[in-house]
């Protein structure tokens, strides 16, 4: 037994295991075997089959947990798709009360949920007792206020019914919370299927809602492997699913839910950089590494795995990240002097060492420190990787284990592209002690939350989500709600459209008799072109489709495009600088638009009237309620700002609104101004570049009007107008991997063709809201379109000293 004295001396750290008895206990007292938790009660799976759960630091099984069939979900499903009227009916106040009610339960076990956590995990017990049970907490205390403020702040909305949640191993009990706290709150019920390696706090917060009675089947958990999840994904009872996981099983359920109706939300994998100036502080920088890259053994989805640094500070760092590592402590996790656990399974310990081995093979520096990881269990210890190529694997895949690579660029734009090359966009950390430079490179990487100066910092406040491959949705804040929300149905006494349509009828009765031919000289032929680039473009097939009026009289003729053309529209939205110009800008230019489109009312209401056969006074209402609706978004241009979230920390964050990017838009069919106007011009208020297909029934009120963008000082590229069958252009559009966001308003089929499509590059889309909906109401514009143009990124920004 060493001395006082020599213990001072050395600094070492003896041990201090955390009491595992009471998790014990628990598992004990209610195993060997654990069941489902439906409707209110526990029961068997129906299949009879269960799996064990094991201890990843020493390969002991902890438990069996029920291995879930299509059985086991339906019930789950009938469960609660019968307690969402009553949960819903509760009212705002009553769920803010059961919220609170599980956010001081969690308060109450915070110390028996950290150990099962960590037991399950393997994660250090130091971050599970300090970081992810308070933050469970966190959540439903958060989302207990937004239950509270939902009559008022989200008046116009409704739950979408019964929300299917399938989570990762990486953060159990903290996922379940992202999922369950927003669902609940508001007025949504659940069917939550937990990683199959890490099931037991899901099973001890089930228990939980039950002792704070919780209705019967407003929380249902159902434990089980992958298949557990494909029968969540497929029932058609589930209007909801949230998946937080890998890129490759989002991709399959994004095709697995296409054309079902279902909203989605994917949280998936990352490739985050950690991008390091030379004026940074190396000590904290050498900090930051840790918790970025060793914190959870690195089974962190936004891990900044690459660490992208200037070239003139790369050997300085690396130096210090190797002596840094050396000081490392890696052994039980229920000791809470150790800082890395163990790796989940065998399987993920395997792909780690393998992706190792082959960053090896590549050429890279494989650096480990001189002590070595325990021999029972799954541990993996923290690697350095340099001399790394930007191309190498180890540089591109996501290898979710503590390894990192480092590479160096020399000026910003070196920084930038190196950060964005690829395909993730989940998260990013910029160090430097210029707050300008910081802002300035936060705002050119592609990833929904950039940490600067500080790296894997959360709250409730602000919501968290990834661009590109990484994902959409977000989870927390107020951006986190609108994953389980919908616009209430318009009122079913509602007369404009009847109005619109009756009309119409009349217009045709008085037209109806008239000659389709007055005689004279034959019309000047013109054939509108496309609209790609801020020019008149001929079709690339050369071929061009009749449009015929209201009476099936030819009217005119327009351009066939095809997938060259849509191509061209894309490469032409890519090259515009819209998204860098400032909101106030954009706001004018829209504010011309409007202006001249009225200055031209006269030739459009002519034109609609010849073409749709509505009355003089329905095109003059149609081509008002046009203008109304750019002067609305220009409007908003300016005024879709952030918000600055309040999270319990010394920092600023900052939630910024930014455009998807590139977006394509299958405009509605009808009406004919105001249906392509309706579309188009929300994700350009917000500085995206729209690739629009026009209405295939009236492309010429579309052709028309960029004879107005012409004349509006709208920048090229900026609107592209594409006509022709919209079925030939929209496979294009919706599997293009330069698209980050389609809109469709058209056919169910059409629909889930977009979504199967879109999984390529999981790119953002929207398909509702387009037959049926009422495009001369207040509630075909605003925010709705808004939030679909747009993705939040959050903007950690640390003070003091």
């Known amino acids: 037994m060493p001395k006082i004295a020599e213990l001072f001396e050395t600094m070492e750290y003896g041990p201090a295991p955390e009491s595992a008895d009471e998790a014990r206990a628990w598992i004990a007292a209610r195993g060997p075997s654990l069941g489902h938790y439906i409707d209110g009660g526990w029961s068997r799976p129906v299949g009879g089959e269960f799996f064990p759960t094991l201890d990843p630091s020493n390969e002991e099984k902890?438990?069996?947990?029920?291995?879930?069939?299509?059985?086991?979900?339906?019930?789950?499903?009938?469960?609660?798709?019968?307690?969402?009227?009553?949960?819903?009916?509760?009212?705002?106040?009553?769920?803010?009360?059961y919220l609170y009610a599980i956010a001081r339960h969690v308060h109450k076990h915070a110390r028996l949920l950290a150990t099962l956590e960590t037991l399950d995990n393997g994660k250090p017990i130091r971050e599970s007792r300090d970081i992810d049970i308070p933050l469970v907490a966190r959540h439903f205390y958060h989302h207990a206020g937004w239950a509270q403020l939902m009559d008022s702040e989200l008046a116009d909305l409704e739950p979408l019914g019964v929300a299917g949640q399938i989570i990762p191993w990486n953060f159990p009990l903290l996922m379940l919370a992202w999922k369950i706290a927003p669902a609940l709150a508001t007025g949504n019920t659940v069917v939550l299927k937990p990683a199959e390696f890490t099931s037991l706090t899901a099973l001890r917060f089930a228990e939980l809602c039950h002792e704070i009675d919780l209705p019967p089947g407003v929380v249902n958990i159902v434990t089980g492997d992958g298949r557990t999840g494909a029968a969540i994904v497929e029932h058609p009872g589930?209007?909801?699913?949230?998946?937080?996981g890998s890129t490759e099983v989002g991709r399959i359920i994004r095709e697995a839910t296409a054309g079902t109706g279902k909203k989605i939300s994917l949280e998936l994998g990352g490739k985050s950089p950690f991008v390091v100036f030379d004026d940074a502080d190396l000590d904290s920088v050498v900090e930051g590494v840790v918790d970025a890259i060793w914190f959870n053994q690195g089974q962190v989805c936004c891990a900044g795995s690459r660490i992208l640094v200037h070239e003139g500070i790369a050997d300085a760092l690396a130096d210090r990240l190797r002596a840094r590592m050396e000081t490392l402590r890696m052994g039980s996790p229920l000791d809470k002097g150790v800082d890395i656990g163990a790796i989940i399974a065998p399987v993920q310990l395997r792909k780690i060492e393998a992706l190792v081995d082959e960053g090896?093979?590549?050429?890279?520096?494989?650096?480990?420190?001189?002590?070595?990881?325990?021999?029972?269990?799954?541990?993996?210890?923290?690697?350095?990787?340099?001399?790394?190529?930007?191309?190498?694997?180890?540089a591109q895949v996501e290898i979710f284990g503590p390894v990192v690579v480092q590479m160096t660029f020399r000026t910003p734009e070196e920084a930038v592209a190196l950060a964005n090359n690829t395909r993730y966009g989940l998260a990013a950390s910029v160090w430097t002690e210029n707050v300008n430079l910081a802002l300035d490179i936060a705002s050119q990487i592609k990833a929904g939350t950039v940490w600067i100066n500080c790296t894997n910092v959360f709250d409730a406040a602000s919501g968290f989500g990834g661009y590109r491959e990484s994902g959409f949705g977000r989870e927390g804040g107020r951006e986190g709600l609108w994953e389980y929300v919908r616009q209430r149905p318009d009122d079913p006494d509602d007369t404009v459209q009847g109005g619109r349509a009756e009309a119409a009828t009349e217009a045709q009765d008085d037209t109806a008799g008239s000659s389709a031919r007055s005689g004279g000289p034959p019309s000047i032929d013109r054939t509108p072109k496309l609209y790609i680039g801020g020019r008149q473009a001929r079709p690339d097939g050369g071929y061009s489709l009749q449009v015929h009026d209201h009476l099936g009289r030819p009217a005119g003729e327009v351009a066939r495009g095809n997938r060259k053309d849509a191509r061209n529209?894309?490469?032409?939205?890519?090259?515009?600088?819209?998204?860098?110009?400032?909101?106030?800008?954009?706001?004018?230019?829209?504010?011309?638009?409007?202006?001249?489109?009225?200055?031209?009312?006269?030739?459009?209401?002519?034109?609609?009237?010849?073409?749709?056969?509505?009355?003089?006074?329905?095109?003059?209402?149609?081509?008002?309620?046009?203008?109304?609706?750019?002067?609305?978004?220009?409007?908003?241009?300016?005024?879709?700002?952030?918000?600055?979230?309040?999270?319990?920390?010394?920092?600023?964050?900052?939630?910024?609104?930014?455009?998807?990017?590139?977006?394509?838009?299958?405009?509605?069919?009808?009406?004919?101004?105001?249906?392509?106007?309706?579309?188009?011009?929300?994700p350009?208020?917000?500085?995206?570049?729209?690739?629009?297909?026009?209405?295939?029934?009236?492309?010429?009120?579309?052709?028309?009007?960029?004879?107005?963008?012409?004349?509006?000082?709208?920048?090229?590229?900026?609107?592209?107008?594409?006509?022709?069958?919209?079925?030939e252009m929209r496979p294009t559009l919706a599997s293009h991997d330069a698209v980050d966001g389609m809109w469709?308003?058209?056919?169910?089929?059409?629909?889930?063709?977009?979504?199967?499509?879109?999984?390529?590059?999981?790119?953002?889309?929207?398909?509702?809201?387009?037959?049926?909906?009422?495009?001369?109401?207040?509630?075909?514009?605003?925010?709705?379109?808004?939030?679909?143009?747009?993705?939040?990124?959050?903007i950690w920004v640390p003070y003091g000293e």
């Open 62 to 97: 902890l438990a069996e947990v029920a291995q879930g069939d299509a059985a086991d979900v339906d019930r789950a499903v009938t469960a609660a798709r019968a307690a969402h009227p009553a949960w819903w009916e509760l009212g705002a106040h009553g769920r803010a009360r």
């Open 238 to 244: 589930v209007d909801k699913i949230a998946f937080t």
């Open 360 to 394: 090896r093979e590549e050429g890279a520096t494989i650096w480990q420190p001189s002590w070595s990881a325990p021999r029972t269990g799954w541990f993996y210890p923290p690697t350095l990787c340099t001399n790394v190529s930007p191309a190498a694997r180890i």
């Open 569 to 682: 529209a894309v490469e032409a939205a890519l090259a515009t600088k819209w998204a860098r110009t400032t909101a106030h800008l954009r706001a004018q230019i829209l504010y011309y638009v409007g202006e001249n489109l009225a200055t031209r009312q006269a030739a459009f209401e002519e034109r609609l009237s010849r073409l749709t056969g509505c009355g003089p006074e329905a095109a003059r209402r149609e081509v008002e309620a046009s203008v109304r609706r750019l002067f609305t978004y220009a409007a908003w241009a300016d005024k879709w700002d952030g918000a600055v979230h309040r999270t319990p920390f010394r920092n600023v964050t900052l939630a910024m609104p930014e455009p998807l990017g590139v977006m394509a838009v299958v405009c509605p069919p009808e009406p004919a101004l105001l249906g392509f106007l309706s579309t188009v011009i929300p």
């Open 684 to 727: 350009v208020a917000l500085g995206n570049s729209v690739v629009a297909v026009a209405s295939d029934r009236w492309p010429l009120l579309a052709t028309d009007f960029y004879q107005v963008l012409e004349t509006s000082d709208v920048p090229a590229g900026v609107i592209n107008i594409l006509t022709g069958l919209e079925e």
């Open 744 to 794: 469709y308003f058209g056919t169910d089929e059409g629909a889930a063709d977009v979504e199967r499509r879109s999984a390529s590059n999981l790119k953002r889309t929207w398909v509702s809201g387009g037959p049926g909906r009422d495009w001369f109401d207040q509630g075909a514009e605003g925010r709705e379109f808004l939030r679909h143009a747009s993705q939040v990124k959050n």
